[in-house]
């Protein structure tokens, strides 16, 4: 795990983009080049390890900048296929927040949200360079497994959006924990869901995932 002694870094990160239900989180932490633990990839690490480590970050007190990206949100976009200018913007805002607290920052590290994020994508991060030329913004793939400040902003997402799921699941009395797709509980939720009964969650359930919408052709036939 690369950390940057004496160097002011922003690394963005963002947790549940794969979820059908609660919002994405977009989080951009500003790290002085404080190493906290020896960390790995905040996917290997448990639920209580990431709070442990998002509790020392608090006290710490390393500044950092959340986006949520409601379900309702991400269902507008998805149906103009611009989920990833919706994450996009959110980062460029990041950045924007983020200079604002810290003007001496000098490098900004991402982890890339897809292989192909598209022109559209970059276009608007470019945006960002523009108005701050002296700050190097790069992407990377797997940057949360490769760079401190990255995999600390990854930590933070995942905490806050499972605090919000919670929050949410024990609010609304359902049978679920993770809320993706692969895990059974949600699958079967899923699968009893009516159309109706779908859209009367749509401030929690992303309607528009291919998930939700093959469960009620599956009813239909």
Excluded at 37 to 45: A, I, N, P, V
Excluded at 169 to 175: D, S, T, V
Excluded at 191 to 204: W, Y
Aim: proline fraction near 6%; hydrophobic fraction near 40%.
């Amino acid at each position: 795990m690369k950390i940057f002694p004496a160097q002011i870094i922003l690394g963005i990160d963002e947790a549940g983009r794969g979820s059908i239900v609660g919002p994405a989180v977009v989080v951009g932490l500003v790290d002085h080049g404080r190493e906290i633990l020896t960390l790995k990839d905040s996917k290997g690490l448990t639920p209580v390890q990431r709070e442990r480590i998002y509790e020392r970050i608090q006290t710490k007190r390393y500044p950092f900048f959340v986006e949520d990206l409601t379900p309702i949100e991400i269902d507008q976009r998805v149906s103009f296929k611009e989920y990833n200018l919706l994450e996009a913007e959110r980062i460029v805002r990041i950045i924007d927040r983020a200079v604002a607290v810290e003007p001496r920052m000098t490098h900004v590290l991402i982890d890339l949200i897809s292989p192909f994020p598209g022109e559209r994508f970059l276009k608007i991060i470019e945006g960002a360079r523009s108005r701050h030329p002296t700050l190097q913004i790069s992407f990377e793939a797997r940057a949360d497994e490769k760079y401190h400040p990255v995999a600390l902003a990854s930590i933070v997402a995942k905490v806050r959006r499972d605090q919000i799921v919670q929050q949410q699941i024990e609010a609304r009395r359902l049978p679920l924990r993770s809320g993706y797709p692969s895990d059974p509980m949600t699958q079967a939720w899923i699968s009893q869901l009516s159309e109706e009964e779908a859209i009367a969650h749509r401030e929690f359930l992303r309607i528009s995932w291919k998930t939700i919408k093959h469960s009620w052709k599956q009813k239909l036939l």
